[in-house]
């Protein structure tokens, strides 16, 4: 009963005001055409490609909802209207103070693109949906950065930036506006906070850096190992290993190296000289005693042909035989320089 009567007192006023708008349009439209062409400048009003207008009549919108873009018509006195710019806006937020969860005190600041994707509803909804966008792209951030650990924030931006887009857009929806995308420009640490992460981060990749290196000289140690033994079951190898060296230490640089040999190599070479050099005084020792026999035959034929001339010059009783003349022993010279031309052959290859 109480509201059945409610209803009727609201219809009873809607049917005075109705009456009450009627009688001043008309008196509008009399005044508009009284004041012809002078009010045509009032009436008509051209809105952008990027712009919608909102219009009141009588302190109501009107029906048909936002105008635009174009010219459109109102009524002088009774007809009211409001721009409303369709492009997307950028919001800088200024850098916010936030605790995160680990209890870490942080400095964040970030980005926000927006639009009005309904302009009546931002008019009629909210008194200023853009100022009320940015307050709230302001606590959003707080809130997003209070529930994350630092870890999180400094390796998750994406996904806060993506969480965030989608909180704003929810909330914001009531007011005709259409969050596009949002954006972490810069997380700022304290000064000690950032010392000791880079401490740590050193630290980090020191220890990385040791693992690889041991990891390194470990496969290195093995890969000698196998050459060792393969080396080791071929000698040729080992020198074939040594000329390699020499090689390339003499492309390098033109100077003199001192490079030690196998010893197998150098006793093959002191058995070939002193086998060579015993075959040598042998030789030259055979060639002198040959020489020094050939001198004694030459002596004694000089000495027969001598005793001979001297026979044929003296008288046969006062011949003089000369049979026991003794000769100078020569064996014994002979013996002493072959034994001399052997210790200088040897000390030669030594």
Not at 23 to 37: C, E, R
Not at 203 to 221: H, L, N
């Amino acid at each position: 009963m109480y509201t059945q009567r409610i209803k009727t007192e609201d219809d009873v006023s809607d049917d005075k005001a109705s009456t009450c708008g009627t009688v001043l349009i008309f008196l509008s439209v009399v005044l508009v055409i009284l004041t012809l062409p002078f009010s045509l400048f009032v009436c008509f009003k051209v809105v952008q490609e990027y712009e919608r207008a909102v219009i009141f009549r009588l302190g109501r919108l009107m029906q048909g909802g936002a105008k635009g873009p174009g010219i459109f018509f109102i009524l002088p006195c009774i007809d009211s209207y409001a721009r409303v710019d369709l492009r997307t806006r950028t919001y800088d937020v200024p850098p916010q103070e936030v605790l995160t969860k680990d209890s870490v005190t942080v400095s964040v600041d970030a980005v926000v693109y927006y639009r009005v994707s309904n302009a009546t509803v931002s008019i009629a909804n909210v008194e200023n949906a853009h100022h009320s966008t940015r307050l709230l792209a302001q606590t959003t951030l707080r809130n997003t950065m209070g529930t994350r650990h630092l870890h999180e924030i400094l390796s998750e931006r994406v996904s806060i930036s993506g969480t965030m887009q989608l909180q704003l857009d929810e909330a914001t929806d009531a007011w005709g506006i259409k969050v596009e995308r949002v954006e972490i420009k810069d997380v700022r640490l304290p000064v000690q906070l950032q010392r000791a992460m880079a401490a740590e981060a050193e630290a980090a990749r020191e220890a990385r850096a040791k693992v690889i290196a041991a990891e390194g000289e470990q496969k290195a140690s093995r890969a000698l190992r196998e050459a060792s033994e393969v080396i080791g079951d071929s000698p040729a190898a080992l020198q074939l290993r040594y000329l390699q060296t020499l090689s390339a230490i003499s492309a390098e640089k033109n100077s003199t190296i001192v490079f030690p040999l196998p010893i197998d190599l150098i006793t093959y070479f002191l058995k070939t000289n002193d086998a060579q050099t015993q075959k040598n005084a042998k030789a030259a020792a055979a060639a002198m005693a040959q020489q020094e026999k050939h001198e004694q035959q030459e002596e004694q034929r000089k000495q027969q042909e001598q005793q001979k001339r001297q026979q044929q010059k003296q008288p046969k009783s006062a011949t003089v035989l000369y049979s026991d003349v003794k000769q100078p022993p020569k064996t014994q010279e002979t013996s002493i320089t072959v034994a001399t031309l052997s210790e200088h052959q040897q000390s030669t290859a030594m």
